[in-house]
C-alpha cells in the first residue's frame, strides 16, 4: 500500500520561507509523476506544482512560478517543494500527491495517492 506522508509546515511571517517534504513508501517516487496541491478554508483544493515521472520536468500554478520549486531526490525517494517569498494567500493545507495520468499533472483526478496535508500559515 501507496503511503505519502508531509512535514516541514508551520508558522512563518510574510517573505519568509518553508521547505515542504514528502516521503513516498510502496512506491517509486521518480516512476510516478509527483503532485503538490493546496486547499485553504473555504476553498477548493488546487493545483500548486509537479514534477513529471519520465523527464522531471517540472510545471507551476501561475500564482506560485518564481516563488516556488519543486524536486526529488531519487535516493531519499522523497519530494520537495521549497517556498520562498510567501505571503499570506499561500496560507493553506499542503498536500502531496502521486499520479501516472498520461493527459495531465494539474487535475486531482490526474492523481491517484495522496498524503494527510502539511499546514502553512503565513502571518501578514
Known amino acids: 500500500q501507496a503511503q505519502l506522508v508531509e512535514t516541514g509546515g508551520g508558522l512563518v511571517q510574510a517573505g519568509g520561507s518553508l521547505r515542504l517534504s514528502c516521503a513516498a513508501s510502496g512506491l517509486t517516487v521518480s516512476d510516478w509523476n509527483m503532485g503538490w496541491f493546496r486547499q485553504a478554508p473555504g476553498k477548493e483544493r488546487e493545483f500548486v506544482a509537479s514534477?513529471?515521472?519520465?523527464?522531471?520536468?517540472?510545471h507551476y500554478a501561475d500564482s506560485v512560478k518564481v516563488r516556488f520549486t519543486i524536486s526529488r531526490d531519487n535516493a531519499k525517494n522523497t519530494v520537495s517543494l521549497q517556498m520562498n517569498s510567501l505571503k499570506p494567500e499561500d496560507t493553506a493545507v499542503y498536500y502531496c500527491?502521486?499520479?501516472?495520468?498520461?493527459?495531465?499533472?494539474?487535475?486531482?483526478?490526474?492523481?491517484?495517492?495522496w498524503g494527510q496535508g502539511t499546514q502553512v500559515t503565513v502571518s501578514s
Open positions: 514534477i513529471r515521472s519520465k523527464d522531471g520536468t517540472s
Open positions: 500527491a502521486s499520479g501516472a495520468s498520461p493527459w495531465g499533472v494539474v487535475r486531482l483526478t490526474d492523481y491517484v495517492y
